[in-house]
């Protein structure tokens, strides 16, 4: 299981160089059924906000509805939030990604941003690494 990140999932939305290949080459490896995969609740009010602000609504609405067609939402509950808040991640919304991956038993949580999670206890991968682990 992995945790998709809204970070690679914006850039595939948005098509942004020189992310967007990779990670939605990872997409289409979890659509495939090379993984399962799982999102955070709180990922898709980021998707939907910054690809609308970018695009428009309707084009932010089909992605998401694109993304469930293979991944579930991390089920999470107010002990995850708990444990989100007590993480050591200066970052609040990426202790969030943390409990979410933890909630769904992810093996790594995929994002490009992975010096954010350095004190993550949940291990990180690029999209690019990500590729090579599905790979294996």
């Given amino acids: ?15 942004r160089p020189p992310y967007a290949d990779a990670s939605r080459a990872v997409l289409g490896q979890v659509a495939e059924g090379a993984e399962q995969a799982c ?9 939907d906000y910054i690809v609308t602000r970018e695009l428009d609504r309707a084009i932010a609405r089909a992605f998401i509805e694109g993304l469930l067609e293979f991944a579930q939402v991390a089920a999470t509950t107010t002990d995850d939030l708990y444990y989100a808040l007590s993480l050591p991640l200066p970052d609040f919304e990426d202790a969030m990604q943390v409990a979410a991956a933890r909630a769904c038993d992810a093996r790594y949580i995929v994002t490009r941003n992975v010096r954010d999670y350095v004190d993550s206890p949940v291990p990180t991968l690029t999209p690019a690494d990500a590729i090579a682990e599905l790979s294996r």
């Fill in 1 to 15: 299981m992995l945790l998709l990140d809204s970070d690679m999932l914006i850039d595939v939305a948005l098509d």
């Fill in 39 to 47: 999102i955070a609740w709180h990922s898709f009010s980021n998707i």
